[in-house]
């Protein structure tokens, strides 16, 4: 940080928030079996009940090799924002970024986690239904699902209020997300929209990953609408 700062470089942590760790499957494995958890946090690994789940209980690991935290847990929003808060502190940053990467969706683009014991209980208490017997399209359950992402970002930036209150200057957060059309964020539980509406966020980047210029100008659109 400090040779960045000598050369005029802005540095700020970088984190994939909703991807904590991954395996190699057997097929790609230099040596002809499924590797351990070569990569990730530490915390995940240590703590497998905080992982996300699909509707029949299988982890994200098991679907698509991904070790994925489940935001229902406060054990797991304190500890990634813990992280990021104490780099912003350790070395006075100015700013950090969370990328939301692609999720494991379904055939309708709809994401296939959220079944984990945390998510579900708190579903059922709040609503008197159990989500295993809804749709996995059904509104009601994305948006609570959802919220609980948001929940995270706006948790972050009180942290970061705090921070900046302290030291009297601002600490921006900004996030990365994948380009999609409107109504398709809230299906990947990624309702960005509400975090700029409610000042949780400084910052949007749209990244876009597919030639279609068409979709790029209606895509990008959207965004500076928002």
């Known amino acids: 940080v400090g040779s960045a700062r000598q050369r005029g470089i802005e540095t700020r942590p970088y984190l ?10 057997k097929d790609d494995s230099l040596v002809g079996e499924r590797s351990p958890y070569a990569l990730g946090v530490r915390f995940a690994f240590d703590h497998p009940e905080y992982w996300a789940r699909d509707r029949a209980g299988r982890p994200t690991v098991d679907i698509n090799n991904v070790v994925v935290m489940s ?10 924002i813990g992280g990021l808060t104490d780099a912003v502190r350790r070395y006075d940053l100015s700013g950090i970024q969370l990328e939301y990467v692609s999720e494991r969706m379904d055939e ?16 059922t208490v709040a609503t008197g239904k159990d989500p295993r017997r809804l749709p996995n399209a059904d509104e009601g359950w994305l948006r609570f699902r959802a919220s609980f992402t948001s929940l995270q970002v706006q948790e972050l930036r009180a942290a970061l209020q705090g921070i900046a209150s302290e030291r009297g200057k601002p600490v921006e957060l900004s996030v990365s997300v994948f380009a999609r059309e409107p109504d398709e ?9 509400t975090w700029v509406g409610e000042g949780w966020v400084d910052r949007v980047c749209i990244w876009h990953r597919e030639g279609d210029l068409e979709a790029i100008r209606r895509r990008t659109a959207h965004a500076a609408d928002v």
């Not at 994939?16 to 499957?25: E, S, V």
């Not at 309708?108 to 579903?123: H, K, N, P, R």
């Not at 299906?187 to 929209?193: A, E, G, L, S, T």
Request: with cysteine.
């Open 16 to 25: 994939a928030i909703n991807a904590h760790g991954w395996q190699m499957p």
């Open 71 to 80: 935001p229902v847990y406060c054990e797991v929003r304190e500890y990634l």
């Open 108 to 123: 309708q683009g709809i994401v296939v986690t959220g079944y984990e014991d945390g998510m579900v209980s708190a579903f």
């Open 185 to 193: 964020y809230l299906k990947i539980v990624q309702d960005w929209p």
